[in-house]
């Protein structure tokens, strides 16, 4: 399975704490995609990074990528209480024609 | 700011009986897909959609499923005799490009089979 697997399953910071989660994947990917998803709504596109690349930013996130161990790594700096949400990795394999998605970390940050 | 929505938001039908979900993807995006959703567990890839015909599709989208693209701007997922086990969040999702690009789901389908 192509399938993404993050780790922790569940992580509870303090507000203005830094949040980091890890996503481990099995085969050769072009891109690897994170999503929040807020409880029982939809998921929301938050980065992509692609296969060539090894470190990405976008506002206070920074997405780095291993393809030598199959791994990325999602930083959330500074949380704050809205950052309370799932966070979910993908990947997009070399020969696929869709995302997989990983089981999720659950983000709870204390006001 | 464009949008892919989902109905109805929440379906609850008997056994056995047929089901029809229903998906507005983004205007000009070209490539659809159906995930769904056990209660707090992973999201699963079901099929994607492209060009009129399906593209992939996972073991979990058997014969009794299907998609379907009536009219150009829908985008339907039918299950044909529900199971219990099919009680999940059903997500559809557009994007504009088939690869390397993000997707834009909706907010999902709540589906329960009684």
């Known amino acids: 399975s192509q399938q993404g697997e993050e780790d922790p399953q569940a992580l509870s910071i303090q507000e203005g704490e830094n949040a980091t989660m890890n996503c481990s994947y099995k085969t050769s990917i072009n891109n690897l995609q994170w999503y929040r998803q807020n409880s029982g709504r939809g998921l929301v596109h938050l980065i992509l990074?692609?296969?060539?690349?090894r470190e990405k930013h976008s506002g206070r996130l920074r997405v780095t990528l291993d393809t030598s161990k199959k791994s990325s790594s999602l930083l959330i700096t500074a949380s704050r209480a809205a950052d309370t949400a799932s966070y979910f990795c993908a990947t997009e394999g070399s020969n696929d024609y869709k995302l997989s998605f990983g089981a999720g970390t659950t983000v709870t940050v204390r006001a | 700011e464009p949008e892919v929505t989902q109905t109805p938001s929440h379906q609850v039908t008997q056994m056995g009986q047929e089901v029809i979900l229903r998906c507005v993807p983004i205007?000009?995006?070209?490539?659809f897909y159906w995930y769904r959703q056990i209660l707090g567990q992973k999201v699963e890839f079901l099929v994607s959609f492209y060009n009129n015909e399906i593209s992939e599709k996972s073991e979990i989208f058997d014969d009794q499923f299907s998609v379907e693209r009536p009219d150009g701007s829908n985008f339907t997922l039918k299950i044909r005799s529900t199971k219990l086990e099919d009680s999940a969040m059903y997500f559809c999702a557009s994007s504009l490009q088939g690869r390397t690009g993000e997707l834009f789901f909706g907010e999902g389908s709540r589906l329960t089979v009684l």
């Open positions: 990074i692609r296969s060539n690349e």
């Open positions: 205007s000009n995006h070209l490539y």
